[in-house]
């Protein structure tokens, strides 16, 4: 037996489970791996604040409920209507999030400030245990040593927060430390990037295959003993060495989907997920850069639902190379980002996955089901 969504979970063709939003593309780091390629002044093609409180209506008219939306950029702090488009976010009934950039921007003040207008949660990054590892990563001294104090403040607050981290060939062996490090923070889920090509991350090396199912391996060794929860960002391969372990292990079918991990079975670039930019395009993933359109023109549920692209990534039986035959397609689907940045085919094969499926012919889920 094997495990069968119930109609078609698998395909979230209706609404993105999260949506993240670029709201600007300024910001006064320098990382080495910015997906943004972010400078330090505002884009005058960014969207205004009617466009940008506009665009919360579209997001409000998904159904059956809105997407969890992750304001993101760039540095969100650097655009002076923040608070005023969050006001109006909650007040439309969205789960908001926040991702700022460690800067001066970023106070104990501007973070009580967010609690109170309404945000769920902040993500800060960490990518190094130590100052001189995450600051080498950040282009800014001084950014570790002010990240620590401000996440223990916004666990004080009582503002939900995870830690992003990089995984690339420069953050790999440091990322045991690195748990440790995020252990003794107030920290509610640790998310871990697996590098994608793109931005400046394309300076930067990558990791192999056999290095990314280790640390796969490791990963859910230390979800088990954790606190918080684990989850691994363009590396949907995760579900497949958890699934792996899992009936290694004994654990029936549908225990396996009831899972953390299980509850996350499909979710990949384009389908679950959505990004739309600071000057209001729409793409599968930040990490992804084919656009589908622009909000100022289209809506976005039209776009993501209807949009041939966002229609293409979500129907795994047009999918290519090992991934087109693989019996976790549905459960990972691999990076369709990663697959774009090495190919240039958004329906490629995802060359960061270690595994080797063999070739038979694909029975669809809903044949499946039948079965």
Known sequence: MSIVPEGNAYVFDRAPVMLYWEITRACDLACLHCRAEALPHRDPRELSTPEAIGFLHQIRDFDPRPPHVVITGGDPLKRADL????????????????????????????LARLQQAGIAGISLSLDGSTADHHDRLRGIAGCFDRTIPLARQAGELGLSLQINTLVSAETLGDVPALFDAVRILPVRRWS????????????????????????????LGRARESSFAIAATEAPFYRRVAVERMRHAGM??????????GRAFGIRDGNGIAFVSHTGGVYPSGFLPTCAGNIRESSVVDLYRQAPLFKAIRDVAQYRGKCGFCPFVDVCGGSRARAFAHSGDYLASDPLCAYEPVRRPRIPPSERAAA
């Open 83 to 110: 608070f005023e488009i969050v006001n109006v976010g909650v007040r439309l009934g969205i789960h908001l999030s926040l991702a700022p950039s460690v800067t001066d921007l970023l106070t104990h003040s501007a």
């Open 192 to 219: 871990l990037f697996f590098l994608i090509a793109v931005g400046r991350g394309r300076d930067l090396g990558g990791i192999r295959p056999a290095e990314a199912e280790r640390l796969c391996h490791w990963l």
């Open 252 to 261: 029936p079918e549908q225990t396996i989907g009831a899972t953390p991990v």
